[in-house]
């Protein structure tokens, strides 16, 4: 396991926007935003459809750089590199894929032992634990349902235990067990961490201390 993301203790971590905005070529993909989150919590990401949800927790993963603003996040008191932050975040989106050949668990692993992380057998146990998913693990990706799929994306943002989860509309493809299962894991997790979620789902956003409204009307505006 990541030995620095287990000793930070969630106090010391704040996520910030600053004046962040993003364009898709002439289109405005995210109108301008700023807050400030810091750990333990729950914050809820919300907003018409096309107004730069995704794109602000991208941007917050560290995986898209924004046109103008800039993100930060300080843990202990001293700012991360943008590069690092995968250190100390875990990323969940539909839109995230894994190895179909191999095992549900196969895949974590991979991502355990490409973290460098300790004991990655007990880390990819756990975090199929944390999501209902551990009789599956053994199966390959391709005989999992959508559902299924789903809860391995938010084990495998779960995996190296970072002090921030972001997570993108992440009841997509969930049933009623599925849904119930997740926010039972968030209520499990807000203490010990900051979470940060895209929704416009009321039952996902009502599980926020506080929300972050967006206000674009999507990519049809011109920059």
């Known amino acids: 396991m990541s030995a620095t993301a287990a000793m930070v203790s969630p106090e010391s971590v704040v996520l910030e926007a600053r004046e962040v905005l993003h364009r898709y070529g002439p289109r405005v993909g995210l109108e301008r935003v700023s807050f400030r989150a810091a750990a333990p919590g729950v914050v809820a990401i919300r907003g018409a459809n096309g107004s730069g949800?995704?794109?602000?927790?991208?941007?917050?993963?560290?995986?898209?750089?924004?046109?103008?603003?800039?993100?930060?996040?300080?843990?202990?008191?001293?700012?991360?590199k943008r590069s690092d932050?995968?250190?100390?975040?875990?990323?969940?989106?539909?839109d995230l894929a894994f190895y179909s050949e191999l095992t549900a668990?196969?895949?974590?692993?991979?991502?355990?032992?490409?973290?460098?992380?300790?004991?990655?057998?007990?880390?990819?146990?756990?975090?199929?634990?944390?999501?209902?998913?551990?009789?599956?693990?053994?199966?390959?990706?391709?005989?999992?349902?959508?559902?299924?799929?789903?809860?391995?994306?938010?084990?495998?943002?779960?995996?190296?235990?970072?002090?921030?989860?972001?997570?993108?509309?992440?009841?997509?493809?969930?049933?009623?067990?599925?849904?119930?299962?997740?926010?039972?894991?968030?209520?499990?997790?807000r203490r010990e961490r900051l979470i940060v979620i895209a929704t416009n789902e009321e039952r996902e956003w009502t599980l926020a201390d506080e929300s972050v409204e967006l206000r674009g009307r999507g990519l049809g505006r011109p920059a």
């Open 85 to 94: 932050r995968s250190r100390w975040i875990g990323y969940a989106a539909p």
């Open 53 to 80: 949800k995704s794109t602000l927790l991208r941007i917050l993963a560290g995986l898209l750089r924004p046109t103008e603003g800039e993100t930060a996040l300080a843990v202990d008191g001293a700012e991360t």
């Open 105 to 189: 668990a196969e895949n974590l692993r991979f991502a355990a032992e490409s973290r460098g992380m300790e004991r990655p057998d007990e880390a990819v146990r756990q975090a199929l634990e944390r999501v209902h998913l551990e009789s599956r693990g053994d199966d390959r990706v391709t005989a999992l349902s959508s559902g299924m799929v789903q809860r391995l994306r938010l084990a495998f943002a779960l995996l190296h235990r970072p002090p921030v989860l972001l997570m993108d509309e992440p009841g997509s493809f969930l049933d009623e067990e599925g849904r119930g299962a997740w926010v039972g894991l968030v209520q499990a997790q």
